[in-house]
């Protein structure tokens, strides 16, 4: 232990803020109105302060993440009522007196504390258990109502708790890959990351001060929508805000069906991602397989390399071809998106015809023994076709509360309403749209679904759907039934993709095109989601815009080191002349990833390497920050073996020292492999 260590342990022990008993139990106390929780690893204080509660402390023995004189907020939980005289109120922590403290009696040590709400004659109660798990050392925080007669819960923030932003921290989120934000830098900034989509593709946040991590998170296994939320200013504010289900205000009672798990890790945010989310997410319906025992076809794992087609010009014809004569003919593939007749972004769910030269195209494809995937989407309708009036789509899309279709409009200025994926019609519609086109004149290899897995979910207040209005778990559902019959239906060697990866969908899909940004500035890509899902889940992609520059390099670095598969953009651009040198890049990467299957198809991805030696900083044109030139990512087989991949994405070369303490020189662009 280093001495400033060895200081604040002494004056938290003397203050009474830690225990030494060196027990692995775990301890609750209620003293006058304070009323603290501790287990080995971390300590969580409340205190009744003017009979409001506030959480005035979490920590362990190296750090402490709360200090009164730090915190902006009191309040721990805020709830949104309709009355039964149709009146909306709002109560929260902070507005009502603490009415009642008491021990858990249950197997789990925790507390309850519960608040009194009135509204006339109406009286209801507000209860909070925040228990701590022997197993897993975190603390679980629940919420539930007992409701007036007639009463609503409408939604909900919970829970909330501001921590200190220390000089040096990090938030980690979890949009796309998962992202890195440098709070030094940060002033005033809200994240809200409505899960699941591709801004938060998993359920967690991960506060970071060195190796000392706070980790927030929902164990929410049916992937109910939610928002979680990071306020960051003078401090950063974490909490968990849920537009309620009508399915949860039972009889005299509203309970926000998961908990929030709460816990202090002191080995870095990678190992509290994998001790404490992994193994949540591999008990989920959609983790429970590997990409191995999906029966995935073996032309998707083995592709190394993606190309983007365009329209049907000659110029692409020639592009495409030329693309096979320099990146060969094994393990590459295509993703079409401009075939249909039909302007882009308009005319959803009619794709049909293709473009008079889209069969020539696939001849192509097929004659050099690659595959082909045109795009749609699985998420809009067109208002203005005639199937929209014909099936009545009015009766099919979300409503919000206010009764209005949600409509969203892009560059084509199509009114593109979004789907309640609820409906059984629109389930009918994808399904037979997606036989169409795999098994009709043009025989496709696959069919690419835009927006399932990035789009956020939506609560929706149409209480004509098959589901309870608001929220819920009903967007998870209803997509997982409409691509459970698609899949069903599915000819064999036929692969599914969609845009982005949010976590609940992995198992419907064979494949992720990863195109999204996370939201802000002053942050870096992290891989969040291939230390959670890299056996389970084939991405590729990385950020989808690829101008010509040292941004390309890093891009599909990240996307080999990661797991993923390539992307070089579009064949017109990879092929033009101005990109021979990022070609002639890509290509060499392509060739050492058809050697890395044993690591990337069921292997798992275990964490960055950075190589010391001669690997200095980059500051790279249209990417968001500085990297070292080489990179470098740890990896197992699926039986075992280990290897540390490297990547010098510079035009220079560079000596660097290998995990065994050799040196090796890396050439500019080179790829190598050690084996352990």
Known sequence: MNKSSLILTLFLIVSGVVSVTGSNASFVDIKADTYTMQNNVMSIKFQKINNKLKLINLYTDKKQWITNESVDTDLLWQLSFVSDKNRSLVFNSQMLNLKDVEMLNTDKKGLKFQWEFKSEASVGYVNVTVGLDEKTKLSEWELSVDLPEGWEVTDAIFPVISVNKDKGAQLITPSGWGAEYEL?????????????????????????????????????????????????????????????????????????????????????????????????????????KTMLEKNTPKWMLETDLWLHGGRDGNDELDALQRSFDFFGKENIS?????????DFDTSYPEYLPARANYDKIVDIIHQNGSHVMPYTNGRLWDTTTVIYQEKKGLNEVVLKKNGQPYVEIYASKAPNAVVCPSSKVWNDIVVKFTKDILEGKIKNDALYYDQVASARALPCYNSEHNHPAGGGDFWHYANRDIFTNVRNQLQANKVLATEQNAECFIDLFDLFLMGNRPMGKEWSPAPVFPLIY???????????????????????????????????????????????????????????????HDLFVGGRFLGEYTPEGDNPILTIESWVRPSQAVRGAKWQSADGKKATLLVNFDTANHNIVLPNGKKVLLKAGQCYRFNH
């Open 534 to 596: 890299s056996d389970r889940a084939m991405l590729y992609g990385f950020y989808l815009h690829n101008p010509n520059d040292m941004s390309f390099r890093i891009k599909n670095a990240l996307t080999l080191l990661w797991g993923a598969q390539l992307n070089g953009g579009r064949s017109l651009f990879v092929m033009s002349a101005k990109v021979q040198e990022n070609a002639a890049f890509l290509r060499d990467m392509m060739e050492f990833r058809k050697k890395q």
């Open 184 to 288: 030094d830098n940060i002033s005033n900034l809200r994240l809200p990351l409505i899960y699941p989509s591709s801004r938060a593709t998993v359920q967690l946040y991960c506060m970071k001060d060195k190796d000392e991590v706070l980790y927030f998170s929902t164990h929410d296994k049916n992937a109910n929508t939610k928002t979680l939320s990071a306020r960051i200013g003078n401090n950063v504010e974490l909490s968990v805000e849920v537009p309620a289900s009508k399915g949860w205000n039972k009889t005299g009672k509203f309970n926000i069906p998961w908990k929030t798990s709460i816990g202090l890790h002191q080995k870095g945010w990678e190992n509290a991602v994998l001790d404490w989310y992994r193994p949540f997410a591999l008990q989920t319906t959609w983790g429970k």
């Open 334 to 342: 295509y993703h079409w998106y401009y075939w249909s007749s039909k």
